[in-house]
């Protein structure tokens, strides 16, 4: 059998390029929703990879934070020892400090002339306080402590006589001001 096409020519072809057209955009457009999906897939896969290495690196954020915390723990430890060993040496210079001082003082005293009855050391300040035979053994004591190279000054703070078992002795007060570093003194050389 044959057919017949009694449609004009132009309107058949119009017919058959609005169909190629809608072809084209279905195909275009299972082409574009294929391309969306396969980049959905491919970003979904990243993220989730991207969350199992970020629950991974909470969970080693957690066990550091652990050693962290111990490296802390051990810092301040550290810290404290350091302030104990730093005490110990301050207190260590500073006993040498006032066995150094007294040593000085006892040094400077005239034998079996003058009785010291009070020693007061507050950091590098010292008071003395005691009895001698009379005015001129109190200079003598002050000029051998002026002499002395662990004292950078000495004042008399008081003098007054006094009787003592029936003899008339001079009470007297000095006060000294200390040095922290000795120099060498000559007496030690030779």
């Known amino acids: 059998m044959i057919k017949v096409n009694l449609l004009p020519v132009r309107q058949w072809r119009r017919k058959e390029a609005v169909r190629r057209q809608i072809s084209v955009f279905f195909l275009t457009l ?3 929703l294929s391309v969306l999906l396969a980049v959905g897939i491919t970003v979904q896969g ?18 550091l934070a652990f050693v962290n915390k111990k490296i802390a723990q051990v ?4 810290k404290e020892i350091e302030n104990k060993f730093t005490s ?5 210079r500073g006993r040498s400090f006032t066995v150094r001082a007294f040593d000085e ?27 001698a035979l009379d005015n ?20 008399l703070s008081m003098t007054r006589k006094k009787k003592i078992m029936g003899k008339e ?9 200390l ?4 120099t060498q003194d000559v007496k030690d050389k030779g």
């Open 136 to 155: 001129h053994t109190v200079a003598l004591f002050m000029r051998r402590l002026e002499h002395s190279p662990m004292v950078a000054s000495v004042s």
């Open 105 to 131: 003082v006892v040094t400077a005293m005239p034998i079996d002339r003058v009785w010291l009855t009070k020693m007061n050391l507050s950091g590098t300040k010292m008071s003395l306080s005691g009895v």
């Open 30 to 32: 299972l082409l574009l």
């Open 88 to 92: 110990i040496e301050k207190l260590q």
């Open 179 to 182: 040095r922290e570093k000795k």
């Open 75 to 78: 810092n301040k430890k550290r």
């Open 46 to 63: 990243k993220l989730v990879s991207k969350r199992d290495e970020i629950a991974a690196l909470e969970k080693q954020k957690r066990q």
């Open 169 to 177: 002795l001079m009470e007297f007060g000095l006060s000294l001001g």
